[in-house]
């Protein structure tokens, strides 16, 4: 579950920036953030100290953050924050939505607890959660001011969770905020490789572990269409040409209509949804296996976990630069990956990429390292064991796909090897390469650990897709850049030791000694041995 910043309570709001930065009453002296940013405020809004209360800061590179809330006799209002910012001592933007009440409630409550969370659970149909409640005013819109008891109720077969503000004197309920992020989307699973394996309407596919306030807020404001905190999907070269919720409550009910151009209207709907959900599946997956914040991850709002965000990816749906192809730019952290879509013009109608979650996820995965892209559209469409051949860009090419070979643990239907890098002439063929020895890492360690149904939200299993996933995203972190092919193998097998002591060591090795890349393979010659003990 999570919790809304109280920012979206707020009614109004000022917000000013100072450029170059202003002092605050205690510049040049040595003091703490919260001092500073306490004086600030208190001078600003002309209020004394008992009105201010620091809540809390943080420090990126550049600039230090902190949150004020307004405060009477040492309770904090609810909606009403301030935030300051720091640079070099100096206050450079300032934004806050305190209040001069017309009236303050007194801050001893009439009504206890118990009887606010009978209220809270009646009136919500849920129960109470035992997370502590707490004693809060809230800036009512007349501008008074009320005492209220905060109880958080959930309903855990509706799916439902709220935040409730009961009256502490009154006992009446005043409102609610909705914990449950809610939204609808008619996309391809993403189990699925193609549009002809049929579009489903998914309701609430985001994770809110990986995506805390949900796939339409980045953590400044919340959309109603295809932007958001991990990416913004929109079409050609229009960031603003984003698609909106088809109804109220976040639904985005486009159905693709194959015999229409991906030209027409709801086509280009359909793909902009579709490519919008398919980079957050992503992004929420492999956040859960450690492709987070300080990973260097695309996210708008870090929500201080590190790394540089601003960063979401940019989804150019539809791009018309190009045909019969899809790119993806990958510039460091803190600047905005960028994603362009191209249609396929091998069929009549034309395909869309877009509608491919196969194409859509190798692109997105270049955001973590080439020649893994095709690997990891692999393995979110398996879905059972044993793990099966896999085309890539069948759709998109009109049935054949856009590789050489399938990938396959069977050697007559994919022969590649360690040494077959000496041919290849292309960063797709190298690619094609690893990305049949990683599907025969993923076979491998299927076949002997069996396969979880629930890895693309469950990390936790010891089933081989799961370990599969994580030995990928360590061994991403572990190897330098532009590594070769002994480089991450070595890579993925320390990431093993680190993650498991080495538990699947050998069936490592032996997948990849299948493939050449054994013990003693070097300068592109195949060697199919394993280390002595395997
Ligand atoms: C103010 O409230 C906090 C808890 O929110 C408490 O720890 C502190 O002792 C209180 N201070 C005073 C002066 O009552
Ligand atoms: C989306 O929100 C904007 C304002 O935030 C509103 O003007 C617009 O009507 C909404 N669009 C839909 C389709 O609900
Ligand atoms: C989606 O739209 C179709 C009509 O195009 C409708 O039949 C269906 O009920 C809608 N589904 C949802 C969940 O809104
Ligand atoms: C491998 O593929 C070939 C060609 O499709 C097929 O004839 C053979 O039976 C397959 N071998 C296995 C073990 O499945
Ligand atoms: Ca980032
Ligand atoms: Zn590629």
Request: glycine share 8%; hydrophobic share 35%; aromatic share 12%.
């Amino acid at each position: 579950m999570s919790i809304f910043p109280l920012v979206l309570l707020l009614g109004s709001c000022s917000f000013q920036t100072f450029e170059g930065g202003v002092d605050h009453p205690l510049s040049r002296r040595d003091v703490s953030l919260a001092d500073a940013a306490s004086a600030f405020v208190r001078t600003q809004l002309q209020i004394d100290s008992g009105s201010v209360k620091f809540k809390s800061g943080y420090s990126s590179d550049i600039v230090q953050y902190a949150y004020i809330k307004q405060q009477h006799n040492n309770i904090s209002f609810a909606n009403a924050v301030a935030n300051v910012a720091f640079k070099d001592d100096k206050v450079v933007t300032f934004g806050h939505s305190f209040t001069k009440p017309t009236s303050i409630a007194s801050s001893t409550p009439t009504i206890g607890i118990e009887a606010a969370i009978s209220v809270a659970e009646e009136t919500l149909d849920g129960t109470y959660n035992k997370i502590p409640t707490t004693l809060e005013y809230l800036v009512n819109p007349d501008n008074t001011v009320s005492l209220i008891h905060v109880v958080q109720v959930q309903n855990q077969k509706q799916d439902t969770g709220y935040e409730a503000f009961v009256d502490a004197h009154s006992g009446k309920f005043i409102s609610a905020i909705n914990l449950v992020a809610k939204a609808g989307y008619h996309v391809l699973p993403i189990y699925k490789q193609d549009v002809t394996q049929g579009l489903e309407f998914l309701v609430d596919p985001q994770n809110l572990d990986s995506s805390p306030l949900g796939w339409h807020n980045d953590g400044t404001s919340t959309s109603n269409d295809t932007s958001g905190n991990n990416v913004l999907a929109y079409l050609d070269q229009t960031q603003s040409a984003t698609t909106s919720q088809s109804s109220d409550g976040l639904i985005f009910n486009y159905t693709q209509d194959p015999t229409l151009s991906p030209k027409t209207p709801i086509n280009m709907d359909a793909a902009r949804t579709n490519v919008f959900y398919v980079i957050n599946s992503v992004h929420d997956t492999t956040y859960l296996y450690g492709f987070t914040e300080s990973a260097f991850n695309f996210q708008q709002d870090n929500f201080k976990n590190g790394g540089v965000g601003g960063d979401r990816v940019l989804a150019s749906v539809q791009n018309s630069f190009g045909t019969d192809n899809a790119n993806f730019f990958t510039p460091p952290d803190g600047q905005s990956g960028q994603m362009n879509m191209y249609l396929w013009d091998q069929t009549d109608p034309n395909r869309d990429g877009g509608l491919a979650n196969d194409i859509v996820t190798h692109e997105t995965t270049h955001g973590l390292g080439e020649g893994w892209s095709d690997a990891m559209a692999d393995w979110f469409e398996q879905d059972a064991a044993p793990i099966v051949d896999y085309s890539v860009g069948t759709y998109v090419n009109g049935g054949f796909s856009i590789r050489s070979r399938p990938y396959s643990t069977n050697s007559t239907v994919n022969p590649y090897t360690y040494s077959t890098v000496l041919e290849a002439t292309e960063v797709h063929q190298i690619g094609e390469v690893w990305a049949n020895m990683l599907h025969n890492v993923l076979a491998a360690l299927v076949d002997a650990y069996g396969f979880s149904k629930t890895a693309r939200t469950d990390p936790s299993g010891s089933e081989g897709n799961v370990v599969y996933l994580h030995l990928f995203i360590d061994g991403l972190a572990l190897q330098h850049c532009n590594p070769d092919f002994l480089v991450a193998r070595d890579a993925i097998i320390q990431a093993d030791q680190n993650r498991y002591s080495g538990a699947h060591k050998c069936v490592l090795w032996k997948a990849f000694a299948r493939s050449g890349l054994g013990f003693n393979a070097a300068d592109f010659f195949d060697d199919f041995s394993v280390p002595s003990g395997c």
